[in-house]
């Protein structure tokens, strides 16, 4: 079973929708991370949490919001989805350790029409 | 605020031959982290070295080994020996610590590595 796993791996859906993309660990890490990476460009960062009561925004939080129900679940809202929101979703999980990597999902891939 | 520079959009290489990937960074921070992730085709983020600012040595694991300049402010990935499955996307990234200790991670543009038997 994979230590990151995010749900669904694929969504089709319409402009004005909801969408909700779950992000699930089991490496014990209390830092987890939400990125959008768009065709030919590198990952951004959405939205990151470093314990369960912590939330902060990245670098293009703007219409995406973010719960984290436990230390091992975080979640990642789109409230009204529009097209240029399109994308590949990662989630990613670290722990306390300054050299230690990220570990990613497999990732979330998004259309919206 | 910090920056990560990949300037090779594509490569191609012949199979077992050596590679070397090339990015730059800008910071003015003195405690850094600078990551290689493997993103093949099939869309997941693969962990490949890792090198600290303070770290007198440049990393290496197995094939894989970062030739960290840190006057020139580069970190170049290395892969000896290439291998049709080392075909993917590159990307270098930097970790920037936030107040109470999350990584946050900036990423460069990418770049694509084709290896040609």
């Known amino acids: 079973d994979a230590d990151v796993t995010q749900t669904p791996r694929n969504r089709i859906t319409k402009t004005g929708k909801r969408i909700m993309l779950e992000c699930s660990q089991t490496?014990?890490?209390?830092?987890m991370y939400w990125y959008r990476q768009d065709p030919g460009l590198g990952l951004r960062l959405i939205y990151y949490?470093?314990?369960?009561?912590?939330?902060n925004k990245g670098e293009i939080s703007d219409g995406y919001s973010v719960s984290r129900q436990a230390q091992a679940k975080f979640s990642l809202s789109l409230e009204s989805a529009i097209p240029n929101q399109t994308a590949l979703y990662f989630c990613?999980?670290?722990?306390?350790?300054?050299?230690?990597?990220?570990?990613f999902g497999d990732g979330t891939r998004l259309s919206i029409l | 605020a910090q920056k990560i520079t990949q300037t090779q959009p594509g490569m191609f290489v012949q199979e077992k031959e050596a590679v070397t990937l090339d990015c730059t960074y800008d910071?003015?921070?003195?405690?850094?982290?600078l990551f290689w992730y493997k993103q093949p085709s099939s869309g997941e983020m693969i962990f490949l070295i890792y090198?600290?600012?303070?770290?007198?040595q440049n990393a290496t694991e197995g094939r894989y080994s970062l030739n960290f300049q840190k006057a020139r402010k580069s970190a170049n990935l290395v892969i000896s020996a290439s291998q049709l499955g080392d075909s993917a996307m590159y990307f270098c990234?930097?970790?920037?610590?936030?107040?109470?200790?999350?990584?946050?991670?900036?990423f460069g543009q990418g770049t694509r590595l084709t290896i040609n038997p």
């Open positions: 090198q600290g600012s303070y770290d007198e």
């Open positions: 990234a930097m970790r920037e610590l936030s107040l109470g200790g999350a990584q946050k991670l900036v």
């Open positions: 949490s470093f314990d369960v009561k912590d939330i």
């Open positions: 990613a999980t670290s722990d306390f350790r300054v050299q230690g990597p990220q570990h």
């Open positions: 490496k014990g890490h209390d830092r």
């Open positions: 910071t003015s921070d003195q405690s850094y982290g």
